[in-house]
T-cell receptor
Framework: DGGITQSPKYLFRKEGQNVTLSCEQN?????MYWYRQDPGQGLRLIYY???????QKGDIAEGYSVSREKKESFPLTVTSAQKNPTAFYLC?????????????FGDGTRLSIL | AQSVTQLGSHVSVSEGALVLLRCNYS??????LFWYVQYPNQGLQLLLK??????LVKGINGFEAEFKKSETSFHLTKPSAHMSDAAEYFC????????????FGAGTRLFVKA
C-alpha cells in the first residue's frame, strides 16, 4: 500500500544533541511538509518542499533544518538551537502543483527531552 | 491572508445524536476547504474536501459538510454519532494566493457518550 512512513515513533533528545526524524513516501507526490503539533495549537508548518533540492521555511523554522535530495524522502533535523523541541511531529505529502490537493499524513514521531 | 476558526475546542454528544463541528474561514480568493480527523497518536486522515464543485460535500464515515460563502462557514455534520467517532477534527483552508500552504484550525475534540 502507498503511504507515508515516519520513524522512529518515539524519540528522546539529550541536551545539546541534534536528532533527525525520518519521512519516506511512496505516493510519488511532489510536495512534502513538516508540521509540529502541540496540544490545543493545531498544526504549525515548519518547512515544506515543492520539488527535489528545493525547500522553504514555514512559520516556525528556527531551530530546524531539512533536506530534499530524493523525491521520496524529506528528513527533519531538530537542532540544539531548538530550545523547546518536545512535541508531536507530523510529515505530510501532496500531489501536483495546486493548493486544492489534500495532504496525506504519516503517523508521527513524538519527541521528548531526556 | 487565510485563517480558520474552529468554534469549541471540545464538543460532547451522546451516541446516536447529531454531530455538529463548526468551522469559519477567511480567504481573499475562492478557498479550498478540508476536514481531517485524527485518532490518538496517529496522523491526520482526510474526511472530505470542498474544491468549488457542489456546496454540500459528502465524506467518509457518514460525515458531510456544507460550504456557505455568505457565512464563510464549512461546518461538519453527522446525523448519528457513533462511539468510534470520538477523535480530534481539524478544519483547513488553502487558496491560490497562499500557494502550497494549508492553514489548519486549532482542532475540536469530539467526545461521544454511551
Amino acid at each position: 500500500d502507498g503511504g507515508i512512513t515516519q520513524s522512529p515513533k518515539y524519540l528522546f533528545r539529550k541536551e545539546g544533541q541534534n536528532v533527525t526524524l525520518s519521512c519516506e513516501q511512496n505516493l510519488n507526490h511532489d510536495a512534502m511538509y513538516w508540521y509540529r503539533q502541540d496540544p490545543g495549537q493545531g498544526l504549525r508548518l515548519i518547512y515544506y518542499s515543492q520539488i527535489v533540492n528545493d525547500f522553504q521555511k514555514g512559520d516556525i523554522a528556527e531551530g530546524y533544518s531539512v533536506s530534499r535530495e530524493k523525491k521520496e524522502s524529506f528528513p527533519l533535523t531538530v537542532t540544539s538551537a531548538q530550545k523547546n523541541p518536545t512535541a508531536f511531529y507530523l510529515c505530510a505529502s501532496s500531489q501536483g502543483q495546486g493548493s486544492n490537493q489534500p495532504q496525506h499524513f504519516g503517523d508521527g514521531t513524538r519527541l521528548s527531552i531526556l | 491572508a487565510q485563517s480558520v476558526t474552529q468554534l469549541g475546542s471540545h464538543v460532547s454528544v451522546s451516541e446516536g445524536a447529531l454531530v455538529l463541528l463548526r468551522c469559519n474561514y477567511s480567504s481573499s480568493v475562492p478557498p479550498y476547504l478540508f476536514w481531517y480527523v485524527q485518532y490518538p497518536n496517529q496522523g491526520l486522515q482526510l474526511l472530505l474536501k470542498y474544491t468549488s464543485a457542489a456546496t454540500l460535500v459528502k465524506g467518509i464515515n457518514g460525515f458531510e459538510a456544507e460550504f456557505k460563502k455568505s457565512e464563510t462557514s464549512f461546518h461538519l455534520t453527522k446525523p448519528s454519532a457513533h462511539m468510534s467517532d470520538a477523535a480530534e477534527y481539524f478544519c483547513a483552508v488553502s487558496d491560490e494566493a497562499g500557494g502550497f500552504k494549508t492553514i489548519f484550525g486549532a482542532g475540536t475534540r469530539l467526545f461521544v457518550k454511551a
